[in-house]
């Protein structure tokens, strides 16, 4: 399935179905991270929602700054 | 003490997180400054280098205020979704509203800083908005409800310390809220004269991470804003045009 993550393409294995599944197929799951699915910034506890192809995610963190 | 919103912090200083060359000497820094809130951006994760090293993950966050800033906003619109994701961390409830309206020189934009604040308060966020030192502007953001106001004393990074000092003098006694001057801060001298005005705390970033020696530079910064508020505190006299002798005129004993 071809999703949009941070403005690339990327192919993810059929069993990656959740945000959550997206996550850990990244090796972010240790990581402070939001995901905004669709335009819709999702919660820490709504990481189990279903993904569909061509969904676009924006996954941001905290950096350094003032 | 220090309280915005329902917190209290016992120190005045806070930290801005930025340009810092090196994870070891930051948390160092961190550490002498004593500082109980930090600052943050929040940028698009690097997906494709996931084991990238993280701040957060190298200090106890459960020790510090996390304060994200909307850095990167040129509208209130952006600011405000800036302040979403950030809160949907669920890690903070606090956000720096920063929103430049000028590139060359960093200043914000006023108007979209106070829609920013406006819809950011509604949402029920704690928010400190960076502003100008416009007095009629910091006491419209107070009305509004922000939690503290956060007034620049130069340009942000410029270290060119506190450059008007008179208007910060004006939204300081005008304030019912926390003052904290924000950006522009170069030396230890230069956070010691704001709080000395009567700043309730000093946010600063590139003075420390920028130093040759963050580490001492944070320490320094630490005890000038200490010593600032204390002289505050303390009431200091009143300036006179002519000098006025701090010894006895009368008693001197003459020679021969």
């Known amino acids: ?66 | 003490m220090l309280t915005i919103g329902e917190k209290q912090f016992t120190s005045r200083l806070l930290l801005g997180t930025g340009k810092f060359t090196d994870f070891d000497v930051q948390q160092q820094a961190i550490a002498a400054s004593e500082t109980e809130i930090l600052t943050f951006a929040v940028r698009r994760m690097n997906i494709f280098e996931p084991t990238q090293p993280n701040l957060l993950e190298k200090i106890d966050v459960s020790k510090y205020t996390l304060l994200p800033n909307t850095a990167g906003a040129k509208t209130a619109e952006e600011a405000v979704r800036i302040a979403q994701l950030a809160k949907a961390s669920g890690l903070c409830d606090m956000i720096k509203v920063e929103v430049i309206g000028c590139d060359r020189s960093l200043l914000p934009d006023p108007i979209e800083t106070l829609k920013a604040t406006e819809k950011l308060l509604e949402l029920g966020f704690i928010v400190l908005p960076y502003t100008s030192d416009d007095v009629v502007l910091a006491r419209h953001l107070q009305e509004l409800g922000a939690h503290a106001i956060m007034p620049g004393a130069s340009p942000i990074g410029s270290g060119q310390g506190v450059i008007n000092p008179l208007n910060l003098q004006f939204i300081m006694e005008q304030s019912t809220v926390p003052v904290i001057v924000d950006a522009g801060i170069g030396t230890p001298a230069d956070a010691a004269y704001a709080m000395q005005l009567g700043a309730d705390g000093v946010l600063l970033n590139t003075a420390v991470s920028g130093a040759q020696n963050p580490i001492q530079m944070a320490r320094a910064m630490k005890y000038a804003i200490e010593a600032g508020r204390m002289g505050y505190e303390a009431g200091a006299i009143p300036k006179k045009e002519y000098g006025i002798a701090s010894s006895p005129q009368k008693g001197m004993s003459p020679i021969g």
């Open chain 1, 1 to 66: 399935m071809q999703l949009r993550v941070n403005g690339h393409f990327i192919d993810v294995p059929e069993e990656v179905q959740t945000v959550a599944a997206l996550v850990d197929f990244l090796a972010l799951q240790s990581k402070v991270i939001i995901v905004e699915q669709n335009g819709v910034i999702l919660q820490a506890d709504e990481h189990e929602r279903a993904i569909q192809p061509s969904d676009s995610f924006e996954i941001v963190t905290f950096v350094g700054g003032g």
